[in-house]
């Protein structure tokens, strides 16, 4: 599976960004899609997850109530609408893809495949 990012950039606080990440391959539908940051000088930080089913997501306390993720599985693509931004969610995003399995999945190790990142920059 090939993900690719798109749709960061500069915004100020309190503003939104919606990122996108494009799948290819034929069973987009079947993986666990994830999204995850990484600021200068951490590591690779959790923020949502969805599941093969369009109901079920998870996420990052941080982000709950401002972060909602989504995925299209016609456009194989995954979304992360981005409102009320602050400048600790400046980070690269990454999207990232698995297999159902046991795994809790807010682990970067958890994850199979990976996208190359997109730049978010939130100003204050």
């Known amino acids: 599976v090939r993900l690719v990012e798109s749709g960061g950039g500069l915004v100020q606080t309190g503003g939104s960004l919606r990122l996108s990440c494009a799948a290819s391959?034929?069973?987009?539908?079947?993986?666990?899609m994830g999204w995850f940051r990484q600021a200068p000088g951490k590591e690779r930080e959790f923020v949502a997850q969805?599941?093969?089913?369009?109901?079920?997501?998870f996420y990052v306390d941080s982000v709950k109530g401002r972060f909602a993720i989504s995925r299209d599985n016609a456009k194989n693509t995954v979304y992360l609408q981005m409102n009320s931004l602050k400048p600790g969610d400046t980070a690269v995003y990454y999207c990232?893809?698995?297999?159902?399995?046991?795994?809790?999945?807010?682990?970067?190790?958890?994850?199979?495949?990976w996208g190359q990142g997109t730049r978010v920059t939130v100003s204050s």
């Open positions: 391959g034929p069973t987009f539908s079947n993986y666990v």
């Open positions: 990232a893809a698995r297999s159902p399995s046991l795994r809790a999945g807010i682990s970067p190790g958890d994850y199979d495949y």
């Open positions: 969805i599941g093969t089913s369009y109901s079920v997501t």
